[in-house]
């Protein structure tokens, strides 16, 4: 799974085999937390995160929203930014 941006300590991955892994997705990875967040609602479907990693995981998806579902429909990996 290809890490697309890390910040404050937290790793941002993407599957890039979607008809096995339903809605367009992101994982997170902080520490020995693990989450999944929907890029289209922001919403985290499962995991545990705590809650500041949460906030800074959406603030950064709503960023780039765009080119996440742009990546999850073309199978095309590029990194992007984290945040400053």
Known sequence: MPVIARFYGIIIKMYFSQSEHGVPHIHAVYGEYNAVFEIQTLEMLEGD???RAQRLVREWSAKYQQELLQMWNSNE????PGLE
Do not use: A, G, N, S
Request: proline share 14%; hydrophobic share 70%; glycine share 0%.
């Open 49 to 51: 995160l705590p809650v």
């Open 77 to 80: 990996f590029m990194r992007l």
